[in-house]
């Protein structure tokens, strides 16, 4: 987390929550999703706008991580801006030594490989779940042709459950009986 967002935390600790602003899709692009947006529908039927500064993507890559209880989100300074998924908190890109590297850059040792019943394949690295970017499934099939990653089959709707994470922050806080902006995670 950088320091000035740990500065903003220690100065404005009670800034509430936002949830329904900021999607992840499939390929690791990040959208901004107004009022306008979510009135439309949930992510990622309702996308929103793309987001294309590279300088704000990166400092929302830096602040990305889970809560506790397995939402993702965004540390904006004071803030919280939880993040709605399109299929996992992470999207991996494999390098051509079949490392991986995060959306965010960051990088993971595979720990397992799973596909689901449409052919899309996920990595788990770091206790971690994230699905292979669609311009490295290539790579991955290598991978698994050179006997260093085996497949398993995996639903995809179980994976939030079997790694703790939550597809829709919003949808879990209007569950709730939150509103958007609330003063307390879930």
Same mark, same amino acid.
């Given at each position: 987390m950088d320091d000035i967002v740990k500065q903003a935390l220690a100065k404005w600790p009670n800034v509430p929550d936002c949830y329904g602003w900021l999607g992840l899709d499939a390929r690791g692009r990040w959208y901004m999703r107004d009022d306008?947006?979510?009135?439309?529908?949930?992510?990622?039927?309702?996308k929103g706008s793309l987001l294309l500064h590279e300088k704000l993507i990166e400092?929302?890559?830096?602040?990305?991580?889970?809560?506790?209880?397995?939402?993702?989100?965004?540390?904006?300074?004071?803030?919280?801006v939880y993040v709605e998924l399109e299929t996992t908190p992470?999207?991996?890109r494999i390098q051509p030594d079949f490392s991986v590297v995060s959306h965010t850059g960051r990088g993971a040792v595979v720990q397992d490989c799973l596909m689901d019943a449409q052919g899309r394949v996920y990595l788990t690295a770091d206790g971690l779940v994230g699905l292979v970017h669609t311009l490295d499934? &290539? @790579?991955?099939? $290598? !991978?698994?042709?050179?006997?260093?990653?085996?497949?398993?089959?995996?639903?995809?709707e179980d994976l939030p459950a079997l790694?703790?994470?939550?597809?829709?922050? &919003? @949808?879990?806080? $209007? !569950?709730?009986?939150?509103?958007?902006?609330?003063?307390?995670?879930l």
């Open positions: 306008a947006t979510q009135a439309q529908g949930p992510f990622p039927s309702a400092f929302i890559e830096r602040n990305y991580e889970p809560d506790a209880h397995g939402q993702w989100f965004f540390q904006n300074g004071p803030q919280r992470l999207i991996w499934v &290539l @790579a991955a099939a $290598e !991978a698994v042709e050179a006997g260093r990653w085996m497949p398993r089959e995996v639903a995809a790694y703790g994470f939550v597809m829709s922050p &919003l @949808a879990r806080c $209007e !569950a709730a009986g939150r509103t958007k902006a609330a003063s307390q995670t």
